[in-house]
């Protein structure tokens, strides 16, 4: 369970273990919201963050509490980057949500995001990248 505003606390903290394994992080951090319903609901929603490696870990390895090692499929989706701020993120979702409720588009699962451009890559908030994507 998390909170919107310590999500670049996360993303280091996820950074850090994956620098101390020795893996080569990609560059994408990953949000997977997992509750169902289309809300915004800052304090304590349960998400998982994720980090692409390379290569894929062929030992296995001794994680901290929470952490672990999994293989995501490739899914369809519909997708929307948004460009600026987080704290902007709210409105843009409230925005999407209701287009994909009132366009009845069927979900397979919660909302991904994927963060292209973060605080480690720029020096602007206004310069953050952020895909938000519908999993069909």
């Known amino acids: 369970k998390s909170n919107y505003h310590k999500f670049d606390d996360y993303f ?6 994956v620098k101390e394994m020795g893996l080569n992080a990609l560059g994408t951090e990953f949000v997977f919201y997992l509750d169902t319903e289309l809300k915004y609901k800052p304090l304590n929603t349960p998400i998982e963050i994720a980090l692409v490696v390379a290569p894929k870990p062929k030992v296995k390895y001794s994680l901290p509490e929470n952490y672990y090692l999994k293989v995501e499929k490739q899914r369809k989706v519909l997708a929307f980057t948004f460009k600026g701020p987080y704290t902007y993120l709210p409105l843009i979702y409230k925005k999407l949500d209701s287009c994909i409720t009132q366009k009845r588009v069927s979900l397979n699962m919660p909302v991904v995001e ?23």
């Open 12 to 17: 280091n903290d996820l950074r850090k273990v």
């Open 114 to 136: 994927m963060h292209l451009k973060t605080p480690i890559h720029t020096a602007s908030p206004y310069e953050y990248q952020t895909k938000i994507c519908y999993v069909l």
